[in-house]
């Protein structure tokens, strides 16, 4: 029978075609002792489908908390005894915070919102800060929104907004063990109308909110089919007072082997380093996974939670010889 890997060195790193289920399951399945040849894979097929560059995006909560949604592990649902309040921020705040992620190089800057969907006052936030922060700053503005309507698709691709911003999650298989209140088809066709409307989409998810391993090879076949611009993979940091408070970090290794197999399974996508990996994988882990398959981070502070100082990041892709994508090339 023939390696996996020899296998994806043909069919993914030669032609471009990423790995199907069964070969990602049996990626996911290889002994620790083979790791560093997986990752050593991932980070060539990146390299030769999107090339050195490192796409730099920085986040902002237009609206923290008291969602009326009951994603397992979100601090910010209005279920869950957790300590985040719904909290409005002003378009000034909004603009400040572009105006210094812009400074860092960065070329991405996403408005947040913690919603099952935007209603009217949120679109008309949103469309102020969009047209305020285009008017201060030379930056690709992104939304993250929840779920949208064909009319609300329209309307943020006539705003300009350059992406959109909507993960699945995990496999449709394990959808039902994470929430409750809405589907993975809704999200699926959200998915699908914003790519519809012109914008770029992005789409990930998180790992380590008890999926089996099956179910993370079911995902990233899943996302292969979506063929989304941008996967941000996060780690589940468990948080307290949410039902995945008790969960288990997800092991490094295993942490790893995930970033590798889904950038087998999407060659040509920027795969984005998002929340939790710096308890997962610590500061070795991070370049570790840098050089297995990410292309993508975000710097400075997730939404309900810190992340590193984002001149450490920067220092990290200096020495790797990373440059961080021009904001022309995404234009
Ligand atoms: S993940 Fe989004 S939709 Fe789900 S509870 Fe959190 S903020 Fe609401």
Redesign the pocket.
Known sequence: MTDVLETARVQVLESGRGLTEAQALECLRLPDDRLPELLALAHEVRMKWCGPEVEVEGIISLKTGG?P???HF?S??GKFESPVRAVWLDIPSLVKAAVETAETGATEFCIVA???GPDRRLMEQVRAGVKAIREAVDINVACSL?MLTQDQVDELAEMGVHRYNHNLETSRSHFPKV?TTHTWEERWDTCLMVRAAGMELCCGGIVGMGETVEQRAEFAAQLGTLEPDEVPLNFLNPRPGTPFASYPLVDGKEALKTIAVFRLALPRTILRYAGGRELTLGDLGTRDGMLGGINAIIVGNYLTTLGRAPDQDLKLLVDLKMPIKALSDTL
Do not use: H, I
């Open positions: 969602c949604e009951d994603c979100c910010q649902s913690a919603v099952r929840g929430v």
